[in-house]
Structures are given as structure tokens and as C-alpha cells.
């Protein structure tokens, strides 16, 4: 079913992105714009992991990495993904204050976490764990290939709508003439922001129900929702974000402002709406796990995080 969404979003997307190549260059544009998202979607496939990436300068984390924090997350990820009877993900860190995490990649094969160092420096343990959970789910669910090949198309269109309204205002002969650039530079980009918002808010529901099961959590993963929510709407700009607005459906949390509501134009679920649909489906599970309990049966030794999570206050079960 996932393969026949994505290929559905692919179509829609391309059929959007040629619509403005021939808005502005009538049958020419078309062609030119077609062969560009045919050759845009095989570079998003084969290279999805890579694109979004490098976005945001993510560092792959080594085993020696010098921060034990650090450490601690990529040997969580690895356990987890483990216990869920996934490939190990390209596990990566991106410098940056606000708390956030997202996945990419084509397929569970090829995929990619990434956690920024605000996350690791403002949630417990337990919380990072329900957090990387969650972009496990991603992986497993094969959400990765249709959120970030949407985020390259989405970026693209508002890259042609942009140059039509720059560079193609004096041409009346095009189709549309001047109120058809300025439509097509106002409504283009729209169209795409639509298809992501839809596509977004419901795979979030079920990344979080997937997340908590992965990661045995489900408290913990509400009270990180909370965290980094109440984050991005203190006002705080994150600069890789708004330079890469088209990424922003792919986060746990909006990076852009954090203003979630269940609404045409939200990319992602309000968190309340989220932490209450977490709440009802594990309503049994009033205890979380103790914060050596890890996916794989190994014993760990304690991390940096313990005395945090021991002293951690409840969340909503309790």
C-alpha cells in the first residue's frame, strides 16, 4: 500500500511541477519542466538520504565519538532497531539548538535517523529513546522515500514558481500572461505545502503509536513531544529550518514555528491531539520501563542519562 501511495504522490507532484513548466513556457516549458522531474525524482530516490543530509550538515556518529552522550543515543538506536528486526539505520547528529529528530532514506536498506544536539542536551534519556523510536516507525512503515522525496519536489516548485515571478512578468504572450506568473508564484507553492501537510499528519499518529512499541515507552515519548513543542513555539528562529522550509513535514515537531493544529495548513498534528491519541491507545500501561530496560535482553551499564530519568516528573499516565 505504501508503493501505491508513493507512486501516487510522485504522479501528483510531477503533474503539479509540469502544470507550472507549462504556465510559464507553454508546451516548451512542459517538456523542459517534465524532464527535470524526471531526472528530480531519480536523484530523490537513489539519493534521498544524502539530499536531506547534507541540508543540515548531519554528521554520521562513530563509535569513538568524544561525547558519551552522543554515544549513548547511536548505541540506543542501535538496539532498538534490533529488537524491532530492522536494518541498521546511518545513524548522524546535527549541530543545532533546537531539540528536533527526523529519518530519511528510501527504504528501511538505505534509511538514516538524525538527532539534533539540542535534543540530546534537553530530554532524559528515556525521552530520546521514545524519540528515535518514533523515526524507527518512520523506517519500518516506509513513510522515509515519500516524506523527503515530497520535501525535494515541494522545494522545487517553489523554486519555478519563484523564477516565474522574477523572470517572467513582462511576457503577456505565455499562457495566463502576468496574472498567470503571479497565480503560479502565489498558488504553486501552496499546492505543494497541501500535499505535504496531508500526507504528513497521519503518518505522525501512527509513527507515534509504532514508536512507543519500539521503544516500550509511550510516556516518555508523550513527555518529549511536550518538551519540544513547548521549544519551537518559544519564538527561537532555527536558520537551517527556514532555509529548507520544504523539510519541515519530516521532523518529529514542525521546526519552522512548532504551531500544530489538526487543520488544511498544518504539517503536523498539534501535539495535544498527539499525546492524547498516545494516552488512549496505552492507557494499560500506567508504568514505564526503568531506564536501564533496553529492546535487546543485554544488560547496559548505567548512561549519562539515569539520574535524569529517575528523578524525571510523571507525565500524563501517571
Same mark, same amino acid.
Given at each position: 500500500?505504501?508503493?501505491?501511495?508513493?507512486?501516487?504522490?510522485?504522479?501528483?507532484?510531477?503533474?503539479?511541477?509540469?502544470?507550472?513548466?507549462?504556465?510559464?513556457?507553454?508546451?516548451?516549458?512542459?517538456?523542459?519542466?517534465?524532464?527535470?522531474?524526471?531526472?528530480?525524482?531519480?536523484?530523490?530516490?537513489?539519493?534521498?538520504?544524502?539530499?536531506?543530509?547534507?541540508?543540515?550538515?548531519?554528521?554520521?556518529?562513530?563509535?569513538?565519538?568524544?561525547?558519551?552522550?552522543?554515544?549513548?543515543?547511536?548505541?540506543?538506536?542501535?538496539?532498538?532497531?534490533?529488537?524491532?528486526?530492522?536494518?541498521?539505520?546511518?545513524?548522524?547528529?546535527?549541530?543545532?539548538?533546537?531539540?528536533? =529528530?527526523?529519518?530519511?532514506?528510501?527504504?528501511?536498506?538505505? =534509511? &538514516?535517523?538524525?538527532?539534533?544536539?539540542?535534543?540530546?542536551?534537553?530530554?532524559?534519556?528515556?525521552?530520546?529513546?521514545?524519540?528515535?523510536?518514533?523515526?524507527?516507525?518512520?523506517?519500518?512503515?516506509?513513510?522515509?522515500?515519500?516524506?523527503?522525496?515530497? &520535501?525535494?519536489?515541494?522545494? &522545487?516548485?517553489? &523554486?519555478?514558481?519563484?523564477?516565474?515571478?522574477?523572470?517572467?512578468?513582462?511576457?503577456?504572450?505565455?499562457?495566463?500572461?502576468?496574472?498567470?506568473?503571479?497565480?503560479?508564484?502565489?498558488?504553486?507553492?501552496?499546492?505543494?505545502?497541501?500535499?505535504?501537510?496531508?500526507?504528513?499528519?497521519?503518518?505522525?499518529?501512527?509513527?507515534?503509536?509504532?514508536?512507543?512499541?519500539?521503544?516500550?515507552?509511550?510516556?516518555?515519548?508523550?513527555?518529549?513531544?511536550?518538551?519540544?513543542?513547548?521549544?519551537?513555539?518559544?519564538?527561537?528562529?532555527?536558520?537551517?529550518?527556514?532555509?529548507?522550509?520544504?523539510?519541515?513535514?519530516?521532523?518529529?515537531?514542525?521546526?519552522?514555528?512548532?504551531?500544530?493544529?489538526?487543520?488544511?495548513?498544518?504539517?503536523?498534528?498539534?501535539?495535544?491531539?498527539?499525546?492524547?491519541?498516545?494516552?488512549?491507545?496505552?492507557?494499560?500501561?500506567?508504568?514505564?520501563?526503568?531506564?536501564?530496560?533496553?529492546?535487546?535482553?543485554?544488560?547496559?551499564?548505567?548512561?549519562?542519562?539515569?539520574?535524569?530519568?529517575?528523578?524525571?516528573?510523571?507525565?500524563?499516565?501517571?
Amino acid at each position: 500500500m505504501n508503493h501505491i501511495k508513493t507512486f501516487m504522490l510522485l504522479a501528483a507532484m510531477t503533474a503539479l511541477f509540469v502544470g507550472v513548466g507549462y504556465l510559464i513556457g507553454g508546451p516548451t516549458g512542459m517538456a523542459v519542466a517534465f524532464a527535470f522531474a524526471l531526472i528530480g525524482n531519480l536523484i530523490s530516490y537513489w539519493n534521498a538520504d544524502k539530499i536531506v543530509l547534507s541540508m543540515y550538515r548531519a554528521q554520521e556518529v562513530t563509535a569513538n565519538h568524544p561525547d558519551a552522550r552522543v554515544r549513548t543515543y547511536a548505541n540506543d538506536v542501535r538496539e532498538m532497531a534490533q529488537g524491532a528486526g530492522m536494518p541498521l539505520p546511518k545513524i548522524t547528529i546535527i549541530e543545532s539548538d533546537q531539540p528536533n =529528530a527526523f529519518a530519511t532514506g528510501r527504504d528501511p536498506a538505505h =534509511a &538514516a535517523v538524525a538527532a539534533t544536539t539540542g535534543l540530546l542536551t534537553m530530554l532524559d534519556r528515556r525521552e530520546i529513546r521514545a524519540v528515535m523510536g518514533h523515526e524507527l516507525a518512520h523506517v519500518k512503515n516506509r513513510d522515509t522515500l515519500t516524506m523527503t522525496v515530497t &520535501a525535494t519536489i515541494a522545494g &522545487a516548485i517553489s &523554486a519555478l514558481a519563484n523564477f516565474a515571478f522574477f523572470f517572467g512578468g513582462n511576457d503577456r504572450e505565455r499562457p495566463g500572461g502576468i496574472i498567470g506568473v503571479i497565480a503560479i508564484a502565489i498558488l504553486a507553492p501552496m499546492a505543494a505545502a497541501l500535499v505535504q501537510m496531508a500526507i504528513s499528519r497521519g503518518r505522525e499518529y501512527e509513527a507515534d503509536a509504532g514508536g512507543a512499541e519500539i521503544s516500550g515507552d509511550p510516556q516518555a515519548l508523550a513527555s518529549a513531544l511536550q518538551k519540544i513543542d513547548a521549544y519551537a513555539r518559544g519564538g527561537r528562529v532555527n536558520i537551517q529550518a527556514e532555509r529548507n522550509p520544504a523539510t519541515a513535514h519530516m521532523f518529529i515537531i514542525n521546526p519552522l514555528n512548532g504551531h500544530g493544529a489538526d487543520n488544511l495548513f498544518s504539517t503536523h498534528p498539534s501535539t495535544s491531539n498527539r499525546v492524547a491519541a498516545l494516552s488512549q491507545k496505552f492507557s494499560g500501561n500506567t508504568t514505564s520501563p526503568p531506564p536501564d530496560m533496553v529492546t535487546s535482553t543485554r544488560k547496559r551499564s548505567p548512561g549519562p542519562w539515569d539520574q535524569q530519568a529517575q528523578a524525571r516528573k510523571p507525565g500524563p499516565w501517571g
